[in-house]
């Protein structure tokens, strides 16, 4: 069955880490999407990218950095710049911009 | 700028009573809008789309919602709420062929 696979699904960073969530998608989706999931202000847009080697920044993309080498895969770095990165990520891919988006089951962050 | 406004971060409701959860959106242009579903500790999965067809939509689950463009809003209702349907819901706005904006989530709670 086609899906986004995320991994892993908790994650741990100590203080000056960088981590890196992945994300891959088999549905032959052009766009994808990260976002951040914090209690009670619902889901804020990341990084977006319609198609391999182009990404664009969204809402909250300071702290954070993307790459886009394959069309099925848009890994995040989380950088020890993003002074507080504990929540939740969901990744998204869409067939084009504006069009229904499916979702991963999300990687935890939390902060040792 | 697009935005939804998802009144009432919770909402209750007891088993086989009628579910109503309100959505209202802002779009300079004929816009796509959605309605996901969330459940604990997963992604988010799409409940149903209007995309300028008809204005009543019928999704999963029993779910439905009607645009209505005179008022801005797009509430999505269940004639009997089951307990399997406790979960959060968002709201979603595509103005033409941008990328999702999404409300800040309702969660449903449902009692025997």
């Known amino acids: 069955d086609g899906g986004i696979t995320q991994s892993p699904k908790y994650l741990f960073r100590k203080e000056g880490q960088n981590v890196t969530l992945s994300c891959e998608q088999n549905?032959?989706?052009?766009?994808m999407y990260w976002y951040r999931q914090d209690p009670g202000q619902g889901l804020r847009l990341i990084y977006y990218?319609?198609?391999?080697?182009?990404?664009q920044k969204g809402d909250i993309a300071e702290g954070y950095s993307v790459s886009r080498e394959k069309k099925e895969s848009f890994p995040l770095t989380v950088t020890s710049a993003q002074k507080n990165p504990t929540a939740f990520y969901l990744c998204?891919?869409?067939?084009?911009?504006?069009?229904?988006?499916?979702f991963g089951d999300g990687t935890r962050l939390s902060i040792l | 700028a697009q935005s939804v406004t998802q009144l009432g971060s919770h909402v209750s409701v007891s088993e086989g009573a009628l579910v109503l959860l309100r959505c209202n959106y802002s779009?300079?242009?004929?816009?796509?809008l959605f309605w996901y579903v969330q459940y604990p500790n997963q992604g988010l999965q799409l409940l149903l789309k209007?995309?300028?067809?008809?204005?009543l939509v019928k999704g999963i689950n029993g779910f439905e919602a009607e645009f209505k463009k005179s008022e801005t809003s797009f509430h999505l209702t269940k004639p009997s709420a089951h307990m399997s349907d406790a979960a959060e819901y968002f709201c979603?706005?595509?103005?033409?062929?941008?990328?999702?904006?999404f409300g800040t989530g309702t969660r449903l709670l449902v009692s025997p």
């Open positions: 998204a891919s869409s067939i084009g911009a504006g069009q229904p988006q499916h």
């Open positions: 549905l032959n989706h052009d766009a």
């Open positions: 990218s319609q198609i391999v080697n182009d990404f």
């Open positions: 779009s300079s242009v004929p816009p796509y």
């Open positions: 209007y995309t300028s067809a008809a204005t």
């Open positions: 979603a706005v595509s103005p033409g062929f941008q990328k999702l904006v």
